[in-house]
T-cell receptor, first 113, second 111 residues
Framework: IAGITQAPTSQILAAGRRMTLRCTQDMRHNAMYWYRQDLGLGLRLIHYSNTAGTTGKGEVPDGYSVSRANTDDFPLTLASAVPSQTSVYFC????????????FGEGSRLTVL | GQSLEQPSEVTAVEGAIVQINCTYQTSGFYGLSWYQQHDGGAPTFLSY????GLEETGRFSSFLSRSDSYGYLLLQELQMKDSASYFC????????????FGSGTQLTVLP
């Protein structure tokens, strides 16, 4: 049982480059989320999708875009990376939060130089 | 928007009981969740309270008081493996499907 798979696990990127973080789930969850985690700031929501074909902005969406073409995949794209986007990115999925439970991937550690 | 407050660090000894508090502010409230995260790992779900009272799951319990906008996570019979960060997260605000996380509490369990 894979759950949520994120790729890459780690990446060093030059500022100004475009980068897509991939996220795939095999639990058929309707809702998917992208969070970033920075030291001392906890997890902050970047973008979310309540169901395939729809997306929404979270707390810190600037500089990021997402798409949800199908139920399983939810890629996060940095169009032109900046050093402040250095962070650990977590993808998560859930059924609709009746239980308050999200399932997280193992994270993608991104360093922008 | 939403905001949550929890202590940044807590230290306790093996076998003890520790309580991690969380206060929140949100426009519209659906529930409070707790997550555990070991260093560098994925956050994992521990518990969820939508109604006032205590929810017990093994050594862990979670409490909610909606009138006080307050909850806590209680860890009993602490073990070394419980050393981790613990996050409270509120489901509320504009979308019932979104979780807003606190900054986390680093729990250190000493032998």
């Amino acid at each position: 049982i894979a759950g949520i798979t994120q790729a890459p696990t780690s990446q060093i990127l030059a500022a100004g480059r475009r980068m897509t973080l991939r996220c795939t789930q095999d639990m058929r969850h309707n809702a998917m989320y992208w969070y970033r985690q920075d030291l001392g700031l906890g997890l902050r929501l970047i973008h979310y999708s309540n169901t395939a074909g729809t997306t929404g902005k979270g707390e810190v969406p600037d500089g990021y875009s997402v798409s949800r073409a199908n139920t399983d995949d939810f890629p996060l794209t940095l169009a032109s990376a900046v050093p402040s986007q250095t962070s650990v990115y977590f993808c998560a999925s859930g059924t609709g939060l009746a239980t308050g439970e999200l399932f997280f991937g193992e994270g993608s550690r991104l360093t922008v130089l | 928007g939403q905001s949550l407050e929890q202590p940044s660090e807590v230290t306790a000894v093996e076998g003890a009981i520790v309580q991690i508090n969380c206060t929140y502010q949100t426009s519209g409230f659906y529930g409070l969740s707790w997550y555990q995260q070991h260093d560098g790992g994925a956050p994992t779900f521990l518990s969820y309270n939508a109604l006032d009272g205590l929810e017990e799951t093994g050594r862990f319990s979670s409490f909610l008081s909606r009138s006080d906008s307050y909850g806590y996570l209680l860890l009993q019979e602490l073990q070394m493996k419980d050393s981790a960060s613990y996050f409270c997260a509120v489901r509320g605000g504009g979308s019932a499907r979104q979780l807003t996380f606190g900054s986390g509490t680093q729990l250190t369990v000493l032998p």
